[in-house]
């Protein structure tokens, strides 16, 4: 490959440019191809999501669409970008005991400290051994540079977190995959702005897109041809996404030989936040629900954001567009006010999210008080 990249650039092809193009369609291909298999195995095999009483679908669906992804994405990115897996030498091997992890899940459902511990394997390989660590919150809380073992600690648990979060928000259809697309999008165009050394990073984010594109093709079907991504596919783009907003961040910071640190944008913590704002926001207003009904934080229900729409009367396309819409519009306001000193802005993204998560419940009561 280095050989056919040094051949291009004599001739001043842009091959980076034709990377990006090759990796989103193969991508895209790859996970469009190998689905219907998945379908039909599924079936065959009875490896079916069952409906139950936090389920929003009435009847047996496959929900393996997250090993088609992964397979997408780890052969294009393999292929495009493998420099990856040289600058991050645990990364493949963290995506490989996730999609183990995930399939077992959505087989025979595991024990939730299962799962859990091979979170923290992974994390911990990828945060200790790849070097990918929240070494800085640029003045969050008055925080600048983390030592090193609180930064490790910290960003274990960021990871274990989030990928959860994501998980959380994969409860109708479209929502997880539209969100995952818009997420690495702008992470993506991001790392295309900072620079040729970030290029492996575009790539990555490009290979992504085109796999779960090509998954909400069926996953928005109907009848034969739907499929959950499943928490195979929730984990695996929670993980990635958590990957690319920690690398994002680190982005942002240049040490100078006089041993000065300089940020290139001050705020680049809060704008990280600001894009995986929704599954955020829906954990911690599930978690504040449950703590004042006296419950445990880990108890399942339908308060999530998502069910309430869903509670309105709206179809799971009409959900998933509305709760998109508004968390978009809180990554722009997010952009737009970067420069201002960040804790205010921290707030005002926090502030914007729990009025997204709140409103259906006031739309709910006056529609009950209508109606009665």
């Known amino acids: 490959m280095d050989k056919i990249d040094l051949l291009l650039?004599?001739?001043?092809?842009?091959?980076?440019?034709?990377?990006?193009?090759?990796?989103?369609?193969?991508?895209?291909?790859i996970t469009w191809y190998s689905i219907p298999t998945i379908i039909k195995i599924s079936r065959r095999k009875n490896l079916m999501d069952e409906p139950g009483q936090r389920s929003s679908h009435e009847r047996k669906i496959p929900n393996l669409g997250g090993v088609a992804?992964?397979?997408?994405?780890?052969?294009c990115a393999s292929i495009f970008?493998?420099?990856l897996f040289d600058l991050y030498k645990f990364l493949f091997a963290?995506?490989?005991?996730?999609?183990?992890?995930?399939?077992?899940?959505?087989?025979?459902?595991?024990?939730?400290?299962?799962?859990?511990?091979?979170?923290?394997?992974?994390?911990?390989?990828?945060?200790?051994?790849?070097?990918?660590?929240?070494?800085n919150l640029f003045g969050v809380f008055g925080v600048y540079e983390l030592n090193y073992f609180l930064s490790v600690i910290f960003s274990i648990i960021t990871f274990i977190i989030l990928v959860n979060a994501y998980n959380l928000i994969d409860g109708i259809d479209g929502l997880a995959g539209f969100y995952g697309v818009i997420c690495f999008a702008l992470f993506g165009v991001s790392y295309y702005r900072l620079g040729e050394y970030n290029y492996p990073l575009v790539i990555l984010s490009t290979s992504i897109i085109g796999a779960v594109v090509g998954f909400l093709y069926y996953n928005l079907s109907e009848k034969s041809k739907k499929i959950?991504?499943?928490?195979?596919?929730s984990m695996l783009l929670g993980f990635l996404l958590t990957f690319t907003a920690i690398c994002f961040m680190d982005i942002f910071i240049v040490k100078k030989e006089q041993g000065a640190v300089f940020y290139h944008l001050n705020s680049a913590p809060v704008i990280a936040v600001a894009v995986m704002i929704l599954p955020i926001i829906d954990t911690l207003n599930v978690i504040?629900?449950?703590?004042?009904?006296?419950?445990?934080?880990?108890?399942?229900?339908?308060?999530?954001?998502?069910?309430?729409?869903?509670?309105?009367?709206?179809?799971?396309?009409?959900?998933?567009?509305?709760?998109?819409?508004?968390?978009?519009?809180?990554?722009?306001?997010s952009y737009a006010l970067r420069h201002i000193d960040v804790n205010i802005l921290l707030i005002i993204i926090l502030v914007l999210g729990f009025i997204g998560a709140y409103l259906p419940d006031f739309f709910l009561k006056r529609k009950i008080k209508i109606k009665y």
């Open 228 to 233: 959950f991504m499943g928490d195979t596919g």
């Open 9 to 29: 650039e004599q001739i001043n092809f842009p091959i980076f440019y034709l990377k990006v193009v090759l990796s989103l369609v193969s991508s895209f291909l």
């Open 81 to 83: 970008a493998y420099q």
């Open 288 to 333: 504040i629900i449950r703590l004042a009904e006296k419950r445990s934080p880990f108890d399942a229900d339908k308060n999530h954001i998502h069910h309430k729409l869903l509670k309105l009367g709206l179809t799971h396309k009409r959900a998933t567009f509305y709760i998109l819409i508004y968390y978009l519009f809180i990554i722009v306001v």
């Open 94 to 135: 963290s995506l490989v005991i996730l999609l183990y992890v995930g399939v077992m899940d959505d087989i025979v459902v595991m024990r939730a400290y299962k799962k859990l511990l091979a979170q923290l394997i992974v994390s911990t390989l990828l945060v200790i051994g790849s070097d990918v660590r929240i070494r």
């Open 69 to 75: 992804m992964f397979f997408a994405i780890s052969v």
